[in-house]
């Protein structure tokens, strides 16, 4: 925008009043701050001796899952629309023709490098089966960068451990719209 | 051969620290800014290999390792000559400046020795002098690593900090005009002794004239609330965006050192030096024990001041840069000149006159000095603009560009 | 000269063009929506989704509107035709044909690979209802039917038999059918004579939905990944416009592209599934020399002031330009070649030749010669080797001795060169060979180069039909391969990165047959012949 433009608008500052301009107010006011604090209480968690309480877990964006159907296969049906949406380019899927007969398309391969993810959370709002989802898992860490490249092994592996802590969003909201309008219900059950 | 042993001896124990103090000052900093931001700093490095964390003690050697054996990258469009050689004038210059801090004269009480003057150069005439002008080098360091990085916020960083400093240079030097002209010395060991005699330190009797000093030499530092050169918002890291490593670590020790010396020039110029009443006797020689209650006296008083330093980052917002060189070429230079022809007054015209009226001499010229801080001060406060119009003037931008379409 | 009235707009059409509603509308910048019609297909009318009010306005200016819906696709527009495309009676019309296919539409978009180019989906965001009354069908998996060349996804057929006529009319094979009758039509092939011609998958690309997947393409990408660069195809001289379609230098499908002077709206199989030998791992990649019994890997820098300084000692000169090359390559090499020895020997690569030329009933021809530019490179040769000398005749040439060096470009496939042909060329004193693939021949070279495959070029073609096409590169070549282009440009001493354009201006104004390519080269080509009088 050039600083001619007719769209800015001018805001005038408010003048200085005597004291404004003594300056000693504004000295008085920052070292009090400063002080108040040095002795004030701490935030520090002194991880890892302390954990962070989680409020929320199943709306705490961390590491990811890939979540299994009914017969305990992987739910993603490959369709990359958690990867048009990832803003960090981080997941790489390969799709093929499932092994099932039931089923379409699945992922030969998924692969999400939490190193380069931000954990926004688009590709579990993306996610049209809720195949993939943030748990409350949050301190992942690893000896390489490989180590962090998660595949869908341990993805899955991933959801086993924290399937009973966290049901699926899925199931949540199933069992919360069995009364509710049949519209809103989630489409992700059903096998596609 | 005694003389270039002692003096040796000297050397190795302000080094050594001044190393150590500046590890340590840099975990000092750590832990403060972290109470301050309600958080706990850096406290669990102890004893390598063991559970034991001694409050953290043992992170500035783990920084400093870090530092020295990180990769020391060199990008290939720096100027290598200069480009190396900055850090080291920043360095020399920020360390051989503490060859003229005296911390006093010590008697042995050994028979046939001269009372040992506790400073590297003992004698120096021009103390004073030698450090403000030593430490002005920095700015050469500033700025050669600054060119040689040919990185522009590097460039803007250097730029700025050239300009500040040596804006800065002048009330500071202004202000210890009136120290220099009310002890009747250029030597620093002699300044102390005037205040530690009188037990009337400078800042009592000057307010005006620590005032400047304290804030030119918090500019000198390049410390917040004036670190434009490296202000990381908008430069990156400033002049030495380009460095890293052992180079990077000499500049951030060589700022410390400058910070060190800048608390050190103000307790020997306002704050009496090694003295405090009862406990460090005022007399220019002193025993062993007396000796070693004014060195910790000295730096019990250079600690405070440090301690301030690291507390006023944390409490008032940067300046911008043309409030910056105003408030050195408009506020402090007049104060300071003030000051210095108050001073100046006092002596020539007042000192006779009142040691004949009988008065308290010590009280009234404390009375006169803060006076003069508070008329000062309110007449800066009068003259200050009450708002500044810091909108860019459009007819000029419409002319450029104008001039631009016609071309 | 008919004046047609579209939303308020009038537009004039030319006597004796014959266009449909949907075809008029476009020219006034008004689309309609279509399924069932396609402009290289007879009019069925069937999908009614090109519904428009239609009227006539006689001279004195009174509008007079029909009475019902027509179908823009079957409607003809004439002198003081009157079309409405946006009024509310038209888009209910459309959101009802949308509800309608919908209805029974499996929906599995996350799994079809039509998404994000799929009629259904684009129309009904734009003329769909806002929300939609099938609540109470779940998506499902759609039924899936092997066609022979394509698979068929049952369910999400839309029956606009856009497939069924092109079998019909334009590949002539008619495999394809509709089975059943109202709500139990499906596609289907009879027992025994599956979908299986060399314009096949065209049908894909036909289907407006995702009811026909092409087997190869089949989940290897979602098609927002891709990027599509306009192409020429380089399977046989007749040099189909094409569509190539990549991710990260990868190419996943090659559609075609609509050209009225060379292939309409289709392309063969064959120039369909040719793009696997540019990922082919055994490309030749990098360059080498081979002194004695060395090999010596090459970096790619000064290495075309090495190779000229080679050329320049090796003596009598020979280049067989390749019809692979294009127009651009040709004429660097060929120019290269004769600055350094005015006497050398230019001769045109073996054209490669298959059976006959293919014809379908719809026009459809596929060449029997299996190189995109031989008519080009002949040209050029014409005009500076003053005749085109055949590669047997080369060949004799460097076996009799009358040849010290050689460049030989290539670009084909493998399998082009036998050994024996090749023995020949050992007493060569320098050889250097770029080609696509290693062969018997390019083992022998004193200088071994990787060369570009078609998607990696920058440069023009010449059809059979003498029609000038120029690409620009769609994807970077592999690693270790630099561009015929790139190199010659090198190895003729210019300056900077390769100019193709340049290069075309530089050739038209030099070789007369060329001229008519001095002035803009159209997307669909420019036809030499017809313009030379120009
Ligand atoms: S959380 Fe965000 S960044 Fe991480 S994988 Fe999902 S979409 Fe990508
Ligand atoms: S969005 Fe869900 S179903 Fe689609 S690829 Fe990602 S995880 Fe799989
Ligand atoms: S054809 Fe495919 S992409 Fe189109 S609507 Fe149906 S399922 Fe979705
Ligand atoms: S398969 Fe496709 S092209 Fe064929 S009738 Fe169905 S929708 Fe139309
Ligand atoms: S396009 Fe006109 S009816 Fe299908």
């Known amino acids: 925008m050039k600083s001619d433009d007719k769209s800015i608008k001018w805001v005038e500052e ?157 199931a949540q909201a199933d069992r919360a719209t069995d009364s509710a309008c049949p519209d809103s219900g989630e489409r992700g059950e059903e096998p596609i | 051969m005694y003389l270039v042993i002692e003096s040796l001896i000297k050397i190795g124990v302000i080094i050594g620290g001044l190393m150590g103090a500046a590890a340590y000052l840099v975990l000092v ?89 506790l400073v590297v150069v003992p004698g120096l005439d021009v103390g004073i002098i030698y450090i403000v002008a030593v430490s002005s080098i920095a700015v050469y360091g500033v700025l050669l690593g600054s060119w040689a990085s040919n990185n522009k916020y590097a460039f803007f960083g250097g730029v700025r900090s050239a300009a500040q400093l040596i804006s800065y240079e002048i009330p500071l030097g202004v202000a210890i005009l009136g120290v220099v002209l009310a002890s009747g010395s250029l030597r620093l060991e002699a300044i102390v002794e005037a205040q530690a005699e009188t037990g009337v330190w400078n800042v009592l009797t000057q307010p005006l004239g ?161 006076l003069l801080l508070g008329v000062a001060w309110l007449a800066a406060m009068a003259a200050a603009p009450s708002a500044r119009d810091n909108r860019p003037d459009l007819s000029l931008v419409a002319r450029y560009r104008d001039s631009r379409e016609a071309r | 000269m008919a004046t047609v009235l579209i939303d308020g707009t009038e537009i004039e059409i030319g006597d004796g063009e014959r266009l449909n509603a949907i075809e008029a509308a476009a020219r006034a910048g008004v689309s309609i929506p279509y399924y069932c019609w396609h402009p290289g297909l007879s009019v069925v009318g069937s999908c009614r989704m090109c519904l428009v009010e239609a009227g006539t306005r006689d001279a004195a200016g009174r509008i007079q509107m029909g009475p019902k819906l027509v179908p823009a696709c079957n409607t003809l527009v004439r002198d003081g035709t009157v079309l409405v495309t946006q009024s509310e009676k038209v888009q209910q019309a459309r959101a009802m044909v949308e509800e309608g296919l919908l209805l029974r539409h499996p929906i599995d978009c996350p799994i079809c690979d039509k998404a994000g180019e799929c009629l259904l989906q684009d129309y009904y965001f734009e003329y769909g209802q806002a929300d939609g009354r099938r609540a109470d069908i779940r998506p499902f998996t759609s039924r899936r039917r092997d066609l022979g060349d394509v698979a068929l996804f049952v369910d999400r057929c839309i029956l606009c038999t856009r497939c069924v006529r092109f079998v019909r009319e334009v590949s002539g094979t008619n495999e394809l059918l509709v089975s059943g009758r109202a709500t139990g039509e499906e596609i289907d092939v009879f027992p025994g004579f599956p979908l299986a011609n060399k314009l096949s998958g065209n049908v894909v690309d036909l289907c407006p939905v995702g009811a026909l997947a092409d087997k190869d393409f089949l989940y290897r990408q979602r098609v927002w990944f891709m990027r599509s660069h306009p192409g020429v195809c380089t399977r ?24 009225p002077h060379v292939n309409r709206w289709w392309i063969c199989n064959d120039g369909r ?225 390769y100019d193709a354009a340049a290069t075309l201006r530089e050739l038209a104004a030099e070789i007369p047959f060329f001229h008519p390519a001095l002035g803009t080269i159209p997307e669909t080509g420019l036809d030499l012949l017809v313009n030379q009088i120009a």
């Open chain 3, 273 to 497: 599934y040719d793009y696997p030998h540019v990922h082919n791992p055994a490309r030749l990649v990098g360059a080498r020399q081979r002194k004695g019994g060395d090999t010596r890997e090459l970096d790619f820098t000064g290495l075309a002031g090495q190779l000229r300084a080679a050329l320049r000692q090796a003596g009598r000169l020979g280049a067989v330009l390749s019809p692979f090359l294009t127009l651009q390559e040709a004429y660097l090499l060929a120019g290269t070649i004769r600055q350094l020895d005015p006497q050398a020997l230019l001769a045109l690569g073996p054209v490669p030749l298959a059976g006959e030329d293919e014809r379908y009933p719809g026009g459809f021809t596929i060449s029997k010669e299996k190189c995109p530019n031989r008519f080009g490179v002949e040209r050029i040769l014409g005009r500076m080797a003053g005749g085109v000398i055949r590669f047997d005749h080369f060949v004799e040439q460097v076996a009799q001795g009358a040849i010290a060096g050689a460049w030989v470009s290539g670009g084909y496939r493998q399998g082009w060169i036998d050994e024996a042909t090749a023995a020949k060329f050992e007493q060569l004193r320098l050889l250097v060979v770029q080609d696509l693939f290693p062969s018997p021949l390019s083992q022998r070279a004193t200088y071994e180069l990787g060369g570009a495959a078609f998607a990696e070029r920058d440069g023009s073609y010449v059809n059979r039909q003498h029609r000038l096409q120029s690409v620009a590169w769609a994807i970077r070549p592999p690693a270790g391969v630099r561009t015929e282009g790139s190199i010659l440009w090198e190895l003729a001493g210019r300056a900077g990165l």
């Open chain 3, 236 to 259: 046989c001289a007749s040099g189909c416009s094409i569509w190539i379609d990549e991710n990260q230098d990868r190419i996943h499908r090659i559609r075609p592209r609509e050209n």
């Open chain 2, 29 to 117: 900093e750590r832990r403060v800014a972290a109470w301050i931001q309600d958080r706990r700093g850096p406290n669990r490095v102890g004893i390598p290999l063991t559970e034991i964390r001694l409050f953290g003690l043992g992170q500035p050697i783990a920084d400093g390792v870090k530092f020295i054996f990180k990769e020391e990258f060199v990008p290939g469009h720096v100027d290598r000559l200069l480009y190396v050689a900055a850090p080291m004038v920043m360095f020399v210059a920020a360390t051989v400046l503490f060859a003229a801090i005296p911390f006093g004269t010590v008697d042995l009480g050994i028979a046939g020795w001269a009372p040992i003057n």
């Open chain 1, 14 to 170: 408010p003048p200085l009043g005597l004291a404004g301009r003594s300056y000693v107010p504004l000295l008085v006011g920052g070292i009090t701050t400063t002080l108040k604090h040095l002795a004030g209480p701490k935030m520090t968690v002194e991880s890892p001796e302390q954990r962070h309480a989680i409020v929320d877990p199943l709306g705490y964006r961390g590491v990811h899952r890939l979540n299994r159907d009914a017969q305990g296969r992987v739910k993603c049906v490959a369709c990359f629309l958690c990867a048009t949406a990832c803003p960090a380019h981080c997941i790489d899927i390969v799709a093929a023709e499932s092994p099932w007969p039931d089923r379409e398309k699945y992922p030969e391969s998924f692969t999400i490098d939490e190193l380069r993810c931000i954990f926004c959370g688009m590709c579990e709002e993306a996610c049209p089966v809720d195949a993939i989802e943030l748990t409350s898992l949050y301190d992942l860490s690893g000896k390489s960068r490989e180590e962090m490249i998660f595949d869908k092994a341990k993805l899955l592996s991933v959801y086993d451990q924290t399937k009973d802590a966290e049901p699926m969003r899925s």
């Open chain 2, 210 to 370: 620590f005032l400047v000093f304290l804030v030119a030499s918090f500019a000198e530092s390049g410390r917040l609330p004036f670190d434009l050169a490296e202000s990381e918002q908008e430069l990156v890291g400033g002049f030495h965006t380009e460095y890293s490593g052992i180079k990077l670590m000499m500049y951030l020790v060589a700022e410390y050192l400058h910070m060190i010396a800048g608390s050190f020039l103000i307790v020997l110029l306002f704050l009496g030096g090694w003295h405090f009443w009862g406990l460090t006797g005022d007399g220019p020689v002193a025993g062993i024990g007396v000796a070693l209650v004014r060195i910790a006296v000295f730096l019990a008083k250079v600690l405070a001041v440090i301690l301030f330093f690291m507390i006023a980052r944390w409490s008032w917002p940067r300046f911008r840069f043309d409030q910056l060189m105003g408030l050195a070429w408009k506020v402090m230079l007049p104060l300071g000149l003030v000051n210095l022809v108050g001073v100046a007054v006092w002596i020539e015209y007042l000192r006779a006159p009142l040691a004949v009226s009988g008065l308290p001499e010590r009280l009234v010229m404390a009375a006169a000095g803060w």
